[in-house]
């Protein structure tokens, strides 16, 4: 029993750290790839962007930007917090160059801004569902805080195994070359002689 829980702890420690290392890689390429990850925190885009949803958004020039794509842009009301609306009518400004009125799928109102954007802008180019909910949560502080406990638990369980560590197969005794039996002879010969004297 004592066996078979082991196995089974090995091979699901193998599988979270395989699917972790995975997980990375795969981020790692996509970063590489031009994608920024923008977790989806509100349900004004439902049911484009459900919440928890990770979005992956692009850079694109912006003269590139046409009613219907979904853009991420800063705030211009909150700063330093990050908006995932639809672009829904393009205005020419007073001063000259676009504007951009957005607004949410499930919203029934528009938003209260027109923005104007920089030269590139994030453009929605797909979004994994429930993916935002692992990196909001890892964000928090007790996914550190289970992480750190998580990690210190794994370090004590490998030093108390190499303290505890039972020895179950006997060391095979050592032969040595110039005692040994002679060619041809019977090797049991040898343990008995070694016994005997």
């Not at 799928?105 to 209260?112: W, Y």
Request: charged residues 20%.
């Amino acid at each position: 029993m004592r066996q078979r829980l082991g196995k089974i702890a090995k091979r699901t420690a193998g599988l979270v750290s395989g699917l972790a290392v995975l997980a990375a890689v795969a981020y790692g390429l996509l970063f590489l790839a031009g994608y920024r990850p923008v977790v989806v925190y509100s349900g004004s885009m439902e049911p484009t962007l459900g919440v928890g949803s990770l979005a992956l958004v692009e850079r694109v020039p912006s003269k590139h930007v046409r009613v219907g794509d979904v853009l991420t842009f800063a705030d211009p009301a909150q700063p330093g917090r990050l908006v995932t609306h639809r672009v829904v009518e393009v205005v020419e400004r007073p001063e000259g160059g676009l504007a951009y009125r957005t607004k949410g799928d499930a919203n029934t109102h528009r938003d209260p801004w027109a923005i104007a954007l920089p030269a590139e802008a994030g453009r929605l180019a797909f979004d994994l569902p429930y993916v935002g909910y692992a990196l909001w949560y890892a964000k928090t502080r007790e996914a550190r805080t289970a992480l750190v406990f998580v990690l210190a638990g794994l370090v004590l369980t490998l030093l108390l195994r190499a303290i505890w560590r039972r020895d179950d197969e006997p060391a095979a005794p050592v032969q040595d070359s110039t005692d040994g039996p002679a060619a041809g002879g019977d090797p049991k010969a040898f343990w008995i002689e070694a016994l005997t004297r």
